[in-house]
């Protein structure tokens, strides 16, 4: 059983991502090459999130926490079918889900109330096997807002003894939007290092090659595959980073297991 965190800023798409891997018509749909089976309470009542919010047309509240005691485990069995050169196999993952405003605080030098300690005592346990850190932003600004927080995580992560062995694998989230889908397919050139340049070559130059990987993903991916346009509606009356599903029957998430199959196995 691998020990997942998934990590990030505010609205980056973290709780959604979660909902979305927990939907279990997901899989019996179209995709016949994984499967995911929710395998606690926590990730059936996820699932019903999906449904009850996802699939109607609304979006989730950010997250918020008391006590990271208090956040739910996620566990879910994910099946691996049918991929190229991978045999038939499964792996199990836990997943807390903690809210962006934690992981933003870091980086900040006043930083350091009871949650913000809990978190990252959590982030680097040892059972940890790795964070799934997803960001979504790259407006002016934020690169350099990313790039403190990234620097301040691997400190904590050297000075608790995970420097060597904590997988990270670093998502633009979202990315069905037009201007990035297109950079898909080389995450790591056409949309880290055009979009967040700082903040990739902090993680390049610090974390250990065979630790690290870039990965594109959208929860709400794209109308068909012929058919890019986004699968999603910005949401009326709330920031630019607010959206809905536009097609529910249309929902194909893209390339949200890569990552997770890559934090369990390298
Ligand atoms: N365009 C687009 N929007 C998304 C996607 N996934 C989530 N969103 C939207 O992004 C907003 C934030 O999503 P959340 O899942 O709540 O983000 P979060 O990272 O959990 O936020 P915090 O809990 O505040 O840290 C919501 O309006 C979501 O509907 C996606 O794949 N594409
Ligand atoms: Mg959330």
């Known amino acids: 059983m691998g020990n997942i965190c998934v990590i990030g800023p505010r609205a980056s798409g973290k709780t959604t991502y979660l909902a979305a891997l927990a939907y279990k018509r997901m899989t019996i749909g179209k995709s016949k090459q994984f499967n995911i089976i929710p395998l606690n309470d926590d990730s059936r009542e996820i699932a019903e999130k999906a449904e009850n919010i996802i699939c109607q047309g609304e979006s989730f509240e950010p997250t918020r926490v008391e006590s990271v005691d208090t956040l739910p485990d996620y566990s879910f069995k994910i099946a691996v079918k049918k991929f190229p050169r991978i045999k038939e196999e499964s792996f199990q993952l836990v997943f807390k889900d903690y809210p962006g405003e934690v992981f933003e605080k870091i980086a900040e030098s006043d930083a350091g109330d009871a949650i913000q300690e809990e978190f990252i005592e959590e982030c680097f346990r040892k059972d940890v096997e790795g964070c ?15 790039n403190r927080i990234i620097n301040r995580f691997l400190e904590l ?13 670093v998502a633009m989230s979202k990315c069905e939007r037009g201007e990035l889908w297109s950079g898909r397919l080389d995450p790591e050139t056409d949309l880290f290092n055009r979009h967040l340049p700082m903040t990739t070559a902090t993680l390049r130059e610090k974390v250990t090659p065979k630790n690290i990987r870039f990965y594109a993903i959208s929860t709400f991916g794209v109308l068909r595959r012929n058919d890019p346009r986004p699968n999603r509606i910005d949401e009326q009356g709330k920031s630019g980073q607010a959206s809905v599903l536009r097609e529910i029957p249309r929902w194909q998430p893209y390339n949200i297991i890569a990552p997770l199959y890559w934090l369990n196995k390298g």
């Open 132 to 146: 799934l850190i997803l960001f979504s932003d790259w407006i002016k600004g934020t690169d350099n807002h990313y």
């Open 157 to 169: 992560m050297d000075s608790h003894d995970r420097a060597k062995d904590l997988r990270l694998a």
